[in-house]
């Protein structure tokens, strides 16, 4: 059966550290998208991608850089782990754009210290 | 500014039926959807709505009212599983997501 799958699914790390959070997924979907979610918040989006090599910057983006060199994979990388940005992250993928039900994966919970 | 509001919490009992209520701005509007997120789970799909009217799915009904800026989602018979989060979200003029902040719903014996 397709899948997306994150990891990892609990990572702590120091202020100031290079962080990158792993997306893969099965579903052959040109869209991927990056997400946080935080208490009191909706889920924001960080950055998305339509397809290789094709990356966007969403509603809260700084601190966040990702890339996408083919279709299964979206790693978000934080170049210097922020504790703003202690949160859960959720990737997902859909199939098109203007139906966009969106699978998500199980969310990696990341604690910066 | 864009804009979606849901009420933070809502109790119902089982076997009764709850509207969770959303509205929004956004800059233009390309479809609104609904999620369901257990705790600690990821959200899954629930509806899409483009066009107004009432779209129904089994157990789970949704509205849209474009004119309004209104959607709803109606839960019917309801079951202890049905306690969750609830979230809205649209879609804008360049179909980027926009996502509220969820409503929690709590179900009652």
């Known amino acids: 059966d397709a899948e997306i799958t994150q990891s990892p699914r609990h990572k702590i790390t120091e202020t100031g550290r290079q962080v990158t959070l792993a997306c893969h997924q099965t579903?052959?979907?040109?869209?991927m998208f990056w997400y946080r979610q935080d208490l009191g918040h909706g889920l924001r989006l960080i950055h998305y991608?339509?397809?290789?090599?094709?990356?966007n910057k969403g509603e809260v983006s700084d601190g966040y850089s990702v890339s996408r060199s083919n279709t299964e994979d979206l790693p978000l990388t934080l170049e210097s782990a922020a504790s703003s940005q202690t949160s859960v992250y959720f990737c997902?993928?859909?199939?098109?754009?203007?139906?966009?039900?969106?699978?998500f994966g199980p969310g990696t919970r990341l604690t910066v210290l | 500014g864009q804009n979606i509001d849901q009420p933070t919490e809502m109790t119902a009992t089982e076997g009764a039926i709850v509207q969770i209520n959303c509205t929004y701005q956004?800059?233009?509007?390309?479809?609104l959807f609904w999620y369901q997120q257990h705790a600690g789970e990821a959200p899954t799909f629930l509806s899409y709505?483009?066009l107004d009217g009432l779209e129904e799915k089994g157990r789970f009904s949704s509205f849209l009212s474009r004119s309004k800026g209104y959607s709803y989602l109606l839960l019917k018979e309801l079951q202890m599983k049905d306690s969750a989060s609830y979230l809205c979200?649209?879609?804008?003029?360049?179909?980027?997501?926009?996502w509220g902040a969820g409503t929690k719903l709590i179900i009652k014996p």
């Open positions: 997902a993928s859909s199939e098109g754009t203007d139906y966009n039900e969106q699978f």
């Open positions: 579903w052959n979907h040109n869209n």
């Open positions: 991608s339509y397809g290789v090599h094709d990356t």
């Open positions: 956004t800059s233009g509007f390309n479809g």
């Open positions: 709505n483009v």
């Open positions: 979200a649209t879609l804008d003029s360049n179909y980027q997501s926009i």
